[in-house]
C-alpha cells in the first residue's frame, strides 16, 4: 500500500486566473484529507503560477494539529527562497527537484553530478537538521542510487513521467522494469521510494504491481483533472484505493 500525497498546484493554478480566492486552497486541503489523502504537497514554484509562498504557512497551520500521520511535503529547487519556506513552515517531509526557475513543469531528476552535489547538500542537511525528511527527485535510473545514498538524503522520488508518456502509447514496459529495478536498489540501499508525475488511475495498477513497497506517490494533475469530472471528494477516495493495491 502506498500512500496519497495530493499536490494541490492545480487548485492553485485555477484560484490564481481571479481576484477571488476561489476556488479556495484551504478548503480542498481540508477535502483532501477528509477523503483519505496521507498527506498534501505544494510546489511553490518562483514564479508563483500557482503556491504562492503565501499559501505555506496557512497549509502548515492547517495540517498541525493532524499530526503525526498526515504528512506535508514541500517540492522545489533548493534555492535560497525555497529553503526560507522550508525553515519556516517545518514539513514532515521535502522533495528537492533541479527544476530551472522557468520550467514548465518537473521534466528531469537529479543526476548528483558533483555540481549538482554542492547544491542538494546542504539542503538535504538543513532539511533533516530540523527533523525532516530529504527526498531527490530522480529518474528511473539504478545507477543513480548509490549517489543519492551517498547523498545523506533519506529517499528517492522516482519521476514517473516517461512512464505515464509510455502507457499512454501502450510501449510502458521497459520503463516500468527500469523503474522497479531503480526502486529495488533504492529499497536495498535503505532509501524511501517515493514516486510521482502524470500518475493517474490507469497507470497507478501496473506501477503497483512492480512496485508494491512503494511508499508514497503525490499525485496532482491528473487527479484535479479527474475531479472535474468526477467531484474532488469522491476522485480523491478512487486515488486512495487505487494506491492500496
Ligand atoms: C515534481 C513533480 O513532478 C511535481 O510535483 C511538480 O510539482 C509538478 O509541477 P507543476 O504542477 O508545476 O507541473
Ligand atoms: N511529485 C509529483 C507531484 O507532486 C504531482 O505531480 P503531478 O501528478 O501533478 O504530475
Redesign the pocket.
Known amino acids: 500500500m502506498a500512500h496519497l500525497?495530493v499536490?494541490l498546484?492545480?487548485i492553485a493554478l485555477l484560484r490564481n486566473s481571479r481576484h477571488t480566492g476561489v476556488p479556495d486552497l484551504r478548503r480542498f486541503a481540508h477535502l483532501a484529507l477528509e477523503a483519505g489523502a496521507h498527506g498534501l504537497?505544494v510546489?511553490p514554484r518562483p514564479d508563483e503560477r500557482h503556491i504562492r509562498g503565501s499559501d505555506v504557512p496557512m497549509l502548515a497551520d492547517l495540517m498541525r494539529p493532524l499530526r503525526p500521520g498526515i504528512e506535508f511535503n514541500i517540492?522545489g529547487y533548493p534555492d535560497a527562497r525555497l529553503m526560507h519556506i522550508v525553515r519556516a513552515n517545518r514539513p514532515e517531509q521535502v522533495?528537492l527537484v533541479p527544476d530551472a526557475p522557468g520550467a514548465f513543469t518537473?521534466d528531469e531528476g537529479w543526476k548528483l553530478t558533483p555540481a549538482q552535489v554542492q547544491v542538494t547538500g546542504p539542503a538535504i542537511q538543513a532539511i533533516k537538521a530540523q527533523g525532516g525528511r530529504a527526498i531527490l527527485?530522480i529518474d528511473a535510473d539504478p545507477a543513480v542510487i548509490d549517489r543519492v545514498r551517498t547523498s545523506g538524503a533519506d529517499g528517492v522520488?522516482i519521476y514517473t513521467g516517461p512512464y505515464a508518456e509510455a502507457f499512454r502509447a501502450g510501449t510502458h514496459q521497459p520503463v516500468l522494469e527500469r523503474i522497479a529495478a531503480t526502486a529495488a536498489r533504492a529499497r536495498e540501499a535503505g532509501l524511501v521510494v517515493n514516486a510521482?508525475?502524470?500518475?493517474n488511475l490507469h497507470n497507478i495498477p501496473p506501477l503497483m504491481a512492480a512496485v508494491p513497497f512503494l511508499a508514497e506517490a503525490?499525485?496532482?494533475?491528473?487527479?484535479t483533472a479527474d475531479a472535474l469530472e468526477n467531484g474532488f471528494t469522491a476522485t480523491v477516495a478512487a486515488y486512495v484505493k487505487a494506491l492500496q493495491v
Open positions: 500525497s499536490n498546484n492545480k504537497t510546489h517540492e522533495t518537473s527527485f522520488e510521482g508525475h502524470d500518475l503525490s499525485i496532482g494533475h491528473e487527479l
